[in-house]
């Protein structure tokens, strides 16, 4: 997600690339960075569950749009997995 955001902030769009180590970003890009992954939800179906709900509570918003968008295949199906358990808690 880091890589396509700035790529996005670059004006330079393109389709999801393979994970890297150490990407290279300007300070503004980092704030920016930061503002936009501050509602991710990283986790287990607990943590999900638990992160969905708080940002639910702070925005007081009546439905999510639920984004996955992983290079592998199988990550995203395990994402979704996840989501699909938190949902049950």
């Not at 300007?26 to 287990?44: D, K, N, Q, T, Y």
Request: with cysteine; proline share 4%; net charge negative.
């Amino acid at each position: 997600m880091i890589q396509r955001s700035l790529g996005i902030f670059r004006g330079k769009r393109s389709a999801l690339l393979p994970p890297v180590e150490g990407v290279e970003c300007s300070p503004e890009e980092r704030m920016a960075l930061a503002e936009r992954m501050a509602l991710f939800v990283v986790g287990g179906p607990g943590r999900v569950a638990k992160g969905l709900q708080e940002i639910l509570d702070a925005t007081q918003a009546d439905e999510l749009i639920l984004v996955s968008e992983t290079y592998d295949r199988a990550d995203r199906l395990e994402s979704l997995r996840i989501i699909a358990e938190a949902k049950a808690h």
